[in-house]
């Protein structure tokens, strides 16, 4: 038999099930639609839970899928053999209609069978059962079903904690049966039980399937009692039998991944290594589908999620030279986003049997959905990329880990990894509170907003906030150094400023403050909020009007140069955009006399 592909081998377990009468249900989105209780699809049971609670199936009582899953409790394991945030669940389910005869059966079928199945070797094969407690009774029944295809002594009792599933605290679960598969060279043949967890435990068998009999309902972690009928629900991790099937021995050795894993290692050279390669293909492909399927990078929930791999990646890619070779001209993020780029299209092709990423045709990238795809990816890396350099700085430097996140949008898991990578601990409760804090204000910054008045919040009110920062600079860089701010006023029409200067701007000169503005704007700097000793704020030149009172502890905000060169500092409360490209164009309207020797400049934004 040639080497099944993972397209072949996903195609004929669709087949498999669909000959013994099962309804074939494409990949429900990552994100579950009606139940709030998880972010993503996690098993590919997930999308069918009311139906595994007796509500009936329009397409009846077997059904089998292949399921986009994405589950992040691991992702700190993500770069060994086998731990991926992305992967796809074979699997089959019985709705009250088969039971552990069947089940059991195709599975073996399945997995050994030449013809129809993955012709696996019989002989390699190992399988646990449940051993039985309080809830359940041990699974003889399932060891007599197993008798007629494995040897006894190949099948282990195991408690609980292996050989039960359940999907979280409330909901279907029951007793399972797990397949493992022998992946060393020469093969274990008959181990005892402590060989076989010992086998288990460093990774010489590895877990390819499993059978859940679904026919126990636990509530509020736990279990209750019978449902009203008996189900099978399996599961099988497309990427990891691929691994198996094709005789590797880690994932990214798979045609899942080689193909991308060779792109970064041509693009990386010297400086490759393979765990940072193996962390951005996986979040580089977990992000494409999740864009994919409608998510867009934010701070909260599935954002949150895209964001942190995404940034993830863009740390890793950073390590790995992304970032530095610059072709002559480009602007940092530009490089690192060509490779990207290559990577998602590379994945684009990957998944041309699937419609999860969109067709590809011929060798260009066509479909909306790619252009979706990389253009999020490619904001959210731009994005980064403003301060992920200064990020990496002041982490050096040990800055805060709030300051990382609120400044240089370093999400705290980031921070931690690359402190722990360093052996320095960090102070999470700490983080966690002053994240409470920061975000209790905010939200009362966003009451404020419907009140009106001095917090007011709203989106031209907070350009025309930065807009002012780098208009101060400008007359500064303009007309000297002296030039102070007097007063200003911002409502969401226009801003105002009022300047110590002794006679009128001439029209050149405000030509040229306006090219300035609009020039930084352009250059979409990052703007950075710094929190910081009074003092030290002083000392750092941070412009502060003329006779106010600042307290001890004051923010200040900052416009940086990619050479760290500043545009503009200031003393201020914010709030502000985060990137002077979100600004829009800035246009002086009026420049006049204020009172004597001070000057008054209204603007705008379109
Ligand atoms: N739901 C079970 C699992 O995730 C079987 O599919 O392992």
């Known amino acids: 038999m040639t080497t099944l592909s993972s397209s072949d081998i996903r195609a004929r377990f669709l087949a498999f099930f669909k000959a013994r009468a099962h309804a074939i249900l494409p990949s429900a989105s990552l994100v579950p639609e009606n139940d709030p209780s998880v972010l993503f699809n996690t098993a590919g049971m997930q999308p069918l839970v009311p139906y595994l609670m007796g509500q009936k199936h329009p397409l009846g009582t077997r059904l089998a899928s292949s399921q986009k899953c994405v589950r992040t409790g691991d992702i700190e394991e993500v770069g060994n053999h086998k731990n991926l945030t992305f992967f796809e669940m074979l699997g089959n389910w019985s709705l009250g209609d088969y039971f552990k005869e069947d089940a059991i059966k195709w599975s073996y079928e399945?997995?050994?069978?030449?013809?129809?199945?993955?012709?696996?070797d019989p002989a390699r094969l190992y399988v646990?059962?449940?051993?039985?407690?309080?809830?359940a009774p041990r699974d003889l029944e399932a060891v007599e079903i197993w008798k007629n295809y494995i040897p006894e002594n190949r099948?282990?009792?195991?408690?609980?904690?292996?050989?039960?599933?359940s999907p979280g605290d409330n909901g279907p679960?029951?007793?399972?049966?797990?397949?493992?598969?022998?992946?060393?060279?020469?093969?274990?043949?008959?181990?005892?039980?402590?060989?076989?967890?010992?086998?288990?435990?460093?990774?010489?068998?590895?877990?390819?399937?499993?059978?859940?009999?679904?026919?126990?309902?636990k509530k509020d972690g736990?279990?209750?009692?019978?449902?009203?009928?008996?189900?099978?629900?399996?599961?099988?991790?497309?990427?990891?039998?691929?691994?198996?099937?094709?005789?590797?021995?880690?994932?990214?050795?798979?045609?899942?991944?080689?193909?991308?894993?060779?792109?970064?290692?041509?693009?990386?050279?010297?400086?490759?290594?393979?765990?940072?390669?193996?962390?951005?293909?996986?979040?580089?492909?977990?992000?494409?589908?999740?864009?994919?399927?409608?998510?867009?990078?934010?701070?909260?929930?599935?954002?949150?999620?895209?964001?942190?791999?995404?940034?993830?990646?863009?740390?890793?890619?950073?390590?790995?030279?992304?970032?530095?070779?610059?072709?002559?001209?480009?602007?940092?993020?530009?490089?690192?986003?060509?490779?990207f780029s290559d990577l998602l299209s590379k994945f684009f092709e990957l998944y041309e049997d699937t419609d999860y990423l969109g067709k590809v045709s011929g060798s260009q990238v066509s479909s909306e959905k790619?252009?979706?795809?990389?253009?999020?990816?490619?904001?959210?890396?731009?994005?980064?990329?403003?301060?992920?350099?200064?990020?990496?700085?002041?982490?050096?430097?040990?800055?805060?880990?709030?300051?990382?996140?609120?400044?240089?949008?370093?999400?705290?898991?980031?921070?931690?990894?690359?402190?722990?990578?360093?052996?320095?601990?960090?102070?999470?409760?700490?983080?966690?509170?002053?994240?409470?804090?920061?975000?209790?204000?905010?939200?009362?910054?966003?009451?404020?907003?419907?009140?009106g008045g001095l917090a007011n919040t709203n989106e031209t009110t907070v350009k025309l906030h930065t807009a002012h920062h780098l208009l101060l600079a400008a007359l500064q860089e303009v007309l000297g150094k002296e030039v102070k701010q007097k007063g200003s006023n911002i409502t969401e029409e226009r801003l105002r400023i009022?300047?110590?200067?002794?006679?009128?701007?001439?029209?050149?000169?405000?030509?040229?403050?306006?090219?300035?503005?609009?020039?930084?704007?352009?250059?979409?700097?990052?703007?950075?909020?710094?929190?910081?000793?009074?003092?030290?704020?002083?000392?750092?030149?941070?412009?502060?009007?003329?006779?106010?009172?600042y307290p001890d502890i004051v923010s200040v905000y900052t416009v940086q140069k990619p050479d760290d060169a500043y545009v503009s500092k200031e003393f201020c409360g914010g709030p502000h955009v985060t990137n002077t490209g979100d600004i829009g164009v800035f246009k002086i309207q009026k420049e006049e006399a204020s009172s004597a020797g001070i000057r008054r400049i209204k603007a705008v934004l379109s």
């Open 222 to 339: 736990l279990v209750i009692g019978k449902l009203a009928q008996k189900n099978v629900d399996t599961g099988s991790g497309l990427e990891r039998i691929t691994m198996i099937v094709q005789g590797k021995s880690n994932v990214y050795d798979s045609d899942l991944f080689a193909p991308v894993m060779n792109i970064i290692k041509d693009t990386a050279g010297d400086l490759y290594d393979e765990k940072s390669a193996r962390i951005i293909a996986d979040h580089v492909k977990a992000s494409a589908m999740l864009i994919a399927d409608g998510v867009r990078p934010s701070n909260k929930d599935q954002g949150y999620v895209l964001r942190r791999l995404i940034r993830r990646a863009a740390i890793r890619a950073k390590k790995l030279g992304f970032f530095e070779k610059m072709e002559p001209h480009a602007e940092e993020y530009e490089y690192s986003y060509n490779v």
């Open 498 to 549: 009022d300047f110590n200067f002794d006679r009128k701007v001439t029209p050149e000169e405000l030509a040229k403050v306006e090219s300035l503005v609009n020039g930084w704007i352009a250059e979409k700097l990052p703007v950075m909020r710094r929190e910081m000793p009074r003092e030290e704020a002083e000392a750092l030149g941070a412009e502060m009007e003329f006779g106010a009172k």
């Open 128 to 135: 646990t059962v449940f051993e039985g407690d309080e809830d």
């Open 370 to 451: 790619h252009l979706l795809v990389l253009d999020e990816f490619k904001k959210e890396v731009e994005k980064f990329s403003k301060t992920l350099e200064l990020g990496l700085k002041e982490f050096e430097k040990n800055t805060d880990p709030f300051v990382l996140a609120t400044t240089y949008g370093f999400p705290i898991e980031l921070t931690e990894e690359l402190a722990a990578e360093k052996g320095v601990a960090i102070d999470r409760a700490g983080f966690d509170a002053k994240m409470k804090a920061h975000q209790d204000l905010s939200r009362s910054g966003s009451a404020e907003k419907f009140k």
């Open 110 to 120: 399945f997995l050994t069978s030449k013809e129809e199945g993955l012709g696996l």
């Open 173 to 217: 679960c029951g007793p399972d049966t797990e397949m493992f598969y022998d992946v060393t060279p020469n093969g274990l043949g008959d181990m005892t039980h402590d060989e076989y967890v010992a086998a288990d435990d460093d990774g010489r068998v590895v877990e390819i399937w499993n059978d859940v009999f679904m026919e126990y309902e």
């Open 155 to 165: 099948i282990y009792f195991l408690p609980k904690k292996n050989n039960w599933w």
